[in-house]
């Protein structure tokens, strides 16, 4: 008798993941939308705060109450947390 297993697909090849699931983008839309302040940590360990107001795929501007807009290049972005607040 051969051996089988539970799962008729065993030995095929699964597709890989898809490169872009463009959830970023969503994402980045919405706290836009919102208008929702968050705290972004760059790769230096300064954090910025303020609220997306534009983002395309390289970089995103920070709006700020306390001190002048940032446009800030993706690779130097490690995190992006929301703060809860709206602006």
């Not at 799962?7 to 699964?14: A, D, E, L, V």
């Not at 919405?30 to 705060?49: F, H, N």
């Not at 002048?68 to 947390?81: C, D, G, Q, R, S």
Request: aromatic share 12%; no cysteine.
């Amino acid at each position: 008798m051969p051996f089988q297993t539970g799962s008729p697909n065993f030995g095929k090849k699964r597709p890989p993941p898809p490169d872009e699931t463009f959830e970023e983008a969503t994402y980045l839309k919405a706290l836009g939308d919102k208008q929702k302040v968050v705290s972004l940590k760059l790769a230096d360990g300064e954090v910025v705060r303020g609220w997306i107001e534009y983002y395309d795929k390289n970089m995103v501007r920070v709006t700020r109450e306390d001190g002048p807009n940032l446009f800030i290049f993706k690779h130097e972005i490690m995190y992006i947390a929301e703060d809860g607040k709206k602006k």
